[in-house]
């Protein structure tokens, strides 16, 4: 035994308070502290990326009070990883510069999958022993070798998704530590949605003065499973998310022309909704850090955007049975992801679930 298996050996019987021992004994490297985290630039997996498999929870012992919230975002930041470790692998520098991009483009998009890995490493180190930390399921996110355009478009939606589902999880933290690190991830996703803004689509990057904050993070990740191959996740894996009230997700409908505030939508709805003829419902739009409600016609399926939202960043709409949506379980579909900027993909990115 060398002198740092004997320290994790040490640290493995030491009590949790003393914070959690690392994934892999021995090879930890700090977010923050390691060039991995910012500019590896390798095509291969930076730690803990490569990693395989459930780390099983030590029998006996109390979780964390933050170790639910942790386990469903080290979920979801396996998905968003693996987003960008697959196109590092699929895509070229040339892929980017002779569609018309810049020449720091791929260089650029290894750099957001190292800050990613620096996530894992981040929940991973969050997690007590005494909860289960899960693994990498396999993803399918569609991306194909000649259109890194879809990619592209793919990262605007998945990178404003993760700033909206973090205001979320923020609300539910349970310590003061989790609700700094929760916002100061929150702000590297940001730089990464600007950076797109400003170097790939050549667009103002600003948003308006406040972002969308959403109360119900797990609807939101409930949103990514979609790109999870079914049954492909390790055999002991939490649930995810957890909980979970599994409701229809939603989106804006495929001959809708203009989202514009004010215009009138029909919605449409990945699964059967369960909507009663003769009961109300609204939908909800959250913004900024207010929601308005306006009613939902169930038999039409439209509803109409309020002409008082700014068209500017991200609108998350929910259907529900409360105005303003008052209560998680109120919720009885959505979120749908109506989105502004770029101009150019908005209408699109608003019909994708
Ligand atoms: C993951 O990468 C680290 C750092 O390069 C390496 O030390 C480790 O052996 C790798 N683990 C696996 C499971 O491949
Ligand atoms: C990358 O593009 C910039 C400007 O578009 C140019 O100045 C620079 O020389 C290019 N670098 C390489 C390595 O081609
Ligand atoms: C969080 O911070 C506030 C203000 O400093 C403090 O009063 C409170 O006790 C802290 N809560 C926890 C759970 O540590
Ligand atoms: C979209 O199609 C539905 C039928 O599926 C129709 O009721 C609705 O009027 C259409 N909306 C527009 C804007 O064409
Ligand atoms: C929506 O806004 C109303 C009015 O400001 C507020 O009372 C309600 O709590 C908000 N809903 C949520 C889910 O935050």
């Not at 994934?23 to 997996?45: F, M, R, W």
């Not at 990326?49 to 012992?61: C, D, E, F, Q, S």
Request: with cysteine; net charge negative.
């Amino acid at each position: 035994m060398n002198f740092i298996e004997l320290l994790f050996a040490f640290l493995a019987i030491t009590p949790s308070s003393l914070g959690a021992p690392p994934p892999v004994p021995g090879k930890y490297p700090v977010p923050g502290q390691s060039p991995i985290y910012s500019i590896d630039q390798n095509v291969n997996p930076p730690f803990p990326g490569n990693l395989t498999g459930v780390i099983a929870a030590a029998t006996g012992g109390v979780p964390d009070p933050d170790d639910n919230l942790f386990q469903n975002l080290l979920s979801a930041e396996w998905i968003i990883y693996s987003f960008y470790q697959q196109a590092v692998e699929i895509f070229k520098p040339e892929t980017f510069t002779n569609a018309g991009f810049p020449n720091t483009t791929w260089e650029s998009i290894a750099a957001i999958r190292d800050n990613e890995a620096g996530h894992l490493q981040l929940f991973y180190e969050n997690i007590s022993p005494h909860s289960a930390k899960p693994g990498p399921c396999k993803y399918d996110y569609g991306l194909n070798s000649s259109n890194p355009e879809d990619f592209l478009a793919k990262q605007v939606l998945i990178e404003i998704a993760s700033m909206a589902f973090l205001t979320g999880l923020t609300q539910q933290a349970k310590t003061n530590a989790t609700k700094g690190a929760l916002t100061a991830v929150a702000a590297t996703e940001t730089r990464h949605e600007v950076w797109a803004l400003l170097d790939i689509w050549g667009t103002s990057p600003f948003g308006g003065p406040v972002d969308t904050s959403f109360p119900y993070a797990n609807q939101i990740l409930q949103t990514t499973t979609g790109f999870i191959v079914p049954g492909s996740c390790p055999k002991g894996n939490p649930p995810y998310p957890n909980p979970s009230q599994d409701i229809p997700g939603m989106s804006v409908a495929e001959n809708v022309t203009s989202i514009k505030p004010g215009s009138k939508v029909q919605w449409s709805f990945n699964k059967e909704t369960n909507f009663h003829k003769h009961s109300k419902y609204w939908a909800v739009f959250f913004h900024a850090a207010y929601n308005i409600s306006v009613p939902f016609d169930a038999q039409t399926m439209t509803a109409r955007i309020p002409e008082e939202i700014e068209p500017r960043g991200l609108v998350l709409v929910v259907i529900a049975t409360k105005e303003g949506a008052v209560t998680e379980d109120s919720v009885v579909a959505g979120p749908a992801t109506v989105l502004y900027q770029p101009e150019e993909l908005s209408l699109e990115i608003s019909k994708s679930l």
